[in-house]
């Protein structure tokens, strides 16, 4: 694998390991009211947390709720009864139940491609699992298959860190955690890094291989990151990537989830 300098690259590694299954969050306590939410969305996505449909929640329940573009497609607000909606320009958001409820996710079909790349997120998605199983084969291990759970909650993640303004293995309020839907029996890991689109300012773009190789590179150089990829347990995958303009440099946010048998 071509490497790339290491300058601007941030990573780090979590810890969690969890052998339990943990129940995922957004329900309030039992007593009060009870109202529903309905929540539809239009062509070019989807709501993937809770999902769609109509859903029963205590009085004062926080709901986190996450919408998530197809390739091609990008977020645009949620629209409805959404006047409890924490940020309406949000993909990633809360809702209070403090009465019933109709909303609706919004996408329009503008590209997901980064400021300045030929790219999508998408692309970076799945080139970054390629790549990971490409240094897992020279050590003669089992390749990584994509899981939908564990890309969603690596999207959820990448988004949160774009939307919130931090970068770390922490969840944010509302935010599913990384053990989030556990098997019994089973243990997880996370990789994150924040790359930017190009090296230095004045100076030409990434190619889609140039930046996933500077994540994986970046990874397989960290002792931490190189055993999450290199862990033999692991069968399982998901990556997340979000783009976020600041100022001189646009950033992808990469989140890379990864689930084995203990």
Not at 16 to 43: H, P
Not at 145 to 150: G, K, Y
């Amino acid at each position: 694998m071509k490497r790339i300098g290491s300058l601007l690259i941030v990573a780090a590694l979590i810890a969690a390991m969890a052998g339990c299954s943990v129940g995922g969050g957004g329900y309030g306590g039992s007593y009060g009211e009870s109202y529903t939410l309905t929540i539809i969305s239009t062509a070019g996505g989807s709501v993937t947390h809770p999902g769609e449909g109509t859903f029963t929640y205590s009085e004062g329940a926080a709901v986190s709720i996450l919408a998530e573009p197809e390739e091609g497609y990008r977020f645009t607000n949620w629209t409805g009864s959404v006047g409890a909606i924490a940020n309406v320009n949000a993909a990633l958001t809360t809702i209070t139940a403090s009465a019933s409820y109709s909303i609706q996710a919004n996408f329009s079909g503008n590209s997901s491609s980064p400021l300045g790349t030929n790219y999508t997120e998408a692309e970076v998605e799945e080139l970054i699992i390629v790549l990971v199983n490409d240094e897992r084969q020279q050590y003669d291990l089992t390749t990584l298959s994509e899981d939908a759970l564990l890309t969603s909650l690596a999207r959820e993640h990448s988004i949160s860190m774009v939307e919130n303004n931090f970068f770390g293995h922490e969840r944010y309020p509302g935010e599913r955690p990384l053990s989030y839907n556990m098997s019994p029996g089973t243990i997880r890991g996370e990789n994150l890094a924040k790359i930017p689109t190009r090296q230095y300012i004045p100076g030409p773009y990434l190619s889609l291989q140039e930046v996933c190789e500077w994540a994986v590179s970046g990874w397989m150089d960290s002792p931490g990151h190189r055993d999450n990829i290199l862990e033999p347990r692991y069968n399982k995958t998901g990556v997340g990537v979000s783009s976020s303009d600041e100022g001189d440099f646009i950033y992808l946010y990469i989140t890379q989830i990864f689930e084995g048998d203990y």
